[in-house]
């Protein structure tokens, strides 16, 4: 099945469900210069928007900022009479609110935060490694979810929660209000008996959401939903006059917004958690299907189809035996070796094996090939994949995705894997003969873009291999299928879980063999209901991000650098290519000014260009390491606009100096 059909099978031959959410409108573009939420009741209080909005309160000709943005502000205080700033005070650590902090330097302004984030703030390089792991911290299985600045910026008072600031008989609350970041800190200022809340990225105008990807903190389970949620809980408490975000306007009379925004996020949550029964009854309705073997934990769904299973045991391994003992393998992950190296040993004494061919896997998650080095080494294995599969799988460390192979280290023993060589790559739709049976092998995304579905007769039933896009107990109406929903894994929806469901709808198969043991007989009610979910599921980021499109929103990698980590020498020149993607119907203007700390250069200077309709673009640049660059680990930002709206510095990549 070939790529342009399932594209064509999405726009023309598809029916989505109903009553999908009209697009966001169009960000409101702020005024030029200085402007005043309030200028009668709160005269004082004005505001500048390049980056962020930047909210300055005044007193006499000295002031206090909310966010800073580019830095720019500081150029421009003059015109409203203000000649000093006393305080910085920073509602969060993401790169457009505090980009234009080298800018303070020799102002006497002080600097302060939340204590929550003071490391993301100091220490920006800390969170940002040249080999990942599954445990790092603000990461999705090793794929970062925070965005420090390039420079780092010091404080010179971290808030806690329910601390108060005074500023000239003045009294801020911090309030507590994670969510778009883990310490994400809103200050309350009460003036003329009503509360003035600067809220940061909580909550934006119409009940929305600034980004998704910022509050997306695990792995499908909704603790930066729940965050969010109870933020604007106890705002709403409150009961502010006005609301004050850091981006689009400011909203009066909040309350009944915030309401609203809880309610979105309860019916987002509905969707996005795991469609299936996990960590509760998974275990039962798992496999209702395979029976045990004479090869202990190896069992049987078909008379040649056999997998792995036990009592919460969830690796990833299926076997296809020929009746020549030649085996087909699709995955093969999260083993100790020596357990898989004896099951292997009882399965040619006992069921005829006598040679793993190839191992398949279905995509690019390390705990679904983890195991694959060690079968072609011990075992004679070839590795084969689908071609769009390759770059992320053999080079891991290019790419800030999840859950990479290079993310799973040294779980088992021997040397990390940080890469996996295929010996065979196949196009989307491309078939091939293995022992009398024929197989396809088809581009199927959902839980990630990098994956594959393996389709053949096996035993008179049509079967499909279908990796993690779809989990769980077909007789079950609650079950949806689908697995988590990690923008970091590029999941884009119609690009994703959408196209996915599609591409089952059509192949109509008798039997789906999903990842970490799951066997699911008869689907088709069942994929019916995942197919009707997709389109909910992205019904619901429309109507919660504030962007025309949510997927400027939700994607993280809409712009991207390649390689993503890069190590270099002093003196040293090393090639880049920057990717920006166009998910509109009309062309896209961008420019990119990069961010670079001290001992690295850039050229070209500025990134412009103009991207097609729905596609994509590449652009080449260059960084060189200065020749006294000291070694360590830098971050590069990108400073984006699109279309005449300036981002700020949403994207990054990182730079290691090595001798």
């Not at 573009?29 to 200028?39: C, E, K, N, T, V």
């Not at 600031?165 to 009503?194: A, H, V």
């Amino acid at each position: 099945m070939k790529h342009g059909f399932l594209a064509l099978l999405l726009l023309a031959g598809c029916t989505a469900p109903e009553g999908a959410p009209p697009p966001a409108p169009a960000a409101t573009r702020a005024p030029q210069g200085f402007w005043r939420p309030d200028p009668v009741r709160h005269p004082d209080l004005y505001a500048w928007t390049d980056t962020c909005t930047v909210y300055v309160l005044k007193d006499g000709d000295s002031a206090v900022l909310i966010d800073l943005g580019s830095g720019e502000v500081l150029s421009a205080l003059q015109e409203i009479g203000v000649k000093s700033v006393d305080w910085v005070l920073f509602t969060h650590h993401h790169r457009e609110q505090c980009q234009g902090a080298p800018r303070l330097q020799g102002t006497g302004a002080k600097i302060g935060g939340p204590a929550a984030e003071r490391e993301l703030f100091e220490q920006p390089e800390k969170f940002r490694k040249m080999t990942v792991r599954l445990g790092d911290p603000f990461t999705i299985h090793g794929s970062s979810y925070v965005r420090p600045p390039v420079h780092p910026v010091l404080l010179d008072r971290a808030f806690s929660r329910m601390d108060v600031f005074e500023w000239k008989g003045r009294e801020f609350r911090c309030i507590d209000t994670r969510g778009n970041s883990p310490g994400s800190m809103s200050y309350f200022l009460k003036e003329g008996g009503r509360w003035l809340a600067f809220s940061g990225d909580l909550m934006l105008e119409g009940a929305r959401l600034h980004t998704w990807f910022d509050s997306e903190w695990d792995y499908g389970f909704a603790a930066g939903i729940y965050a969010l949620a109870n933020s604007a809980g106890q705002v709403e408490g409150y009961d502010p006059e006005w609301l004050l975000p850091s981006h689009g306007r400011p909203i009066r009379e909040a309350a009944a917004m915030l309401r609203e925004f809880q309610r979105k996020l309860r019916a987002l949550e509905r969707l996005y958690v795991r469609g299936y029964d996990v960590n509760t009854f998974s275990g039962s309705r798992q496999d209702p299907t395979s029976r045990p073997t004479v090869v202990p934990n190896v069992w049987q769904v078909l008379p040649h189809l056999y997998k792995f299973r036990g009592p919460n045991f969830y690796p990833n391994c299926c076997l296809v035996i020929a009746d020549s003992g030649h085996a087909l393998a699709v995955d093969c992950g999260l083993f100790d070796e020596k357990f898989l190296d004896a099951s292997i040993a009882l399965m040619k004494e006992r069921l005829g094996l006598r040679q793993i061919d190839v191992m398949i896997p279905t995509h690019m998650h390390g705990d679904h090939f983890l195991q694959g080095p060690h079968l072609r080494k011990t075992w004679g294995a070839k590795l084969w994949a689908l071609d769009r599969m390759q770059p992320m799988c053999e080079h891991p460390e290019r790419f800030d995705y999840s859950a990479s192979i290079q993310a799973y280290g040294q779980l088992f023993e021997g040397a990390p894997i940080e890469g996996v060589r295929f010996d065979r790559l196949f196009r989307d739709g491309e078939s091939f003969e293995w022992e009398g049976y024929r197989f396809t092998i088809d581009w199927m995304p959902g839980q990630t873009e990098f994956a594959l579905a393996v389709r053949g007769m096996i035993d008179g039933r049509s079967v499909v291999f279908t990796g993690d896009n779809i989990f769980g107990d077909p007789e079950d109406p609650r079950h949806t299928g689908h697995e988590a929903v990690v923008a970091h894994n590029s999941s884009v929806l119609e690009e994703g879980y959408i196209l996915g469901a599609e591409y089952l709808s059509r192949v109509k198969p008798d039997l789906l063999m999903g990842g970490h043991s799951y066997v699911m007989d008869r689907p088709a009610a069942f994929i019916e209901r995942y197919r009707r979910w997709a389109y909910e599921m992205r019904d619901a980021f429309q109507g919660l991000i504030a962007e025309e499109d949510y997927r400027y929103g939700y994607d993280p990698f809409w712009v991207r650098v390649e390689p993503y980590r890069l190590k270099i020498r002093p003196g040293e020149t090393k090639d880049l290519s920057i990717t920006v993607r166009n998910f509109g119907a009309q062309p896209q203007r961008h420019r990119i000014r990069v961010d670079l700390p001290a001992g690295l250069a850039w050229l070209p200077d500025e990134l412009t260009g103009d991207v097609p309709p729905q596609s994509r673009t590449v652009t080449q640049a260059r960084v060189t390491a200065a020749g006294d660059a000291t070694p360590g680990v830098r971050l590069l930002g990108l400073d984006v606009s699109r279309d005449g709206r300036r981002y700020g510095e949403w994207f990054d990549a990182v730079v290691e100096v090595v001798r």
